[in-house]
């Protein structure tokens, strides 16, 4: 059975920073791209960050140069490095594993709550 359990969320202030992992399990990891999306409340899902099987990276352009994501397939996890926060930046993050070979699944983990604030 696929997990992906999250972590690292939290409150932090405006300016500061938070790493925050999902480690799946029972997928193949090394061939799926992997996604952080986050979802604020009355607003759409939206896709944060994305990285390859192969190491290609995707950025919305609301993070670029503030958030990075990266991940270790030896532990079967994959991070998001958040810098520079913004109050804007407040919302519950969820982690993506999308398998790039048939059969081409969708699986999501249940979220971290992010909160930035004063």
């Known amino acids: 059975q696929v997990q992906l359990v999250e972590s690292g969320g939290g409150l932090e202030q405006p300016g500061g920073s938070l790493r925050l992992s999902c480690e799946a399990a029972?997928?193949?990891?090394?061939?799926?791209?992997m996604g952080w999306y986050r979802q604020a409340p009355g607003k759409q899902r939206e896709l944060v960050a994305a990285?390859?099987?192969?190491?290609?990276?995707n950025y919305a352009d609301f993070v670029k140069d503030r958030f990075t994501i990266s991940r270790d397939n030896a532990k079967n996890t994959v991070y998001l490095q958040m810098d520079s926060l913004k109050p804007e930046d407040t919302a519950v993050y969820y982690c993506?594993?999308?398998?790039?070979?048939?059969?081409?699944?969708?699986?999501w983990g249940q979220g971290t709550q992010v909160t930035v604030s004063s």
């Open positions: 993506q594993a999308k398998r790039e070979r048939w059969p081409k699944s969708l699986y």
């Open positions: 029972g997928v193949s990891f090394s061939a799926c791209t």
């Open positions: 990285i390859t099987s192969g190491g290609n990276t």
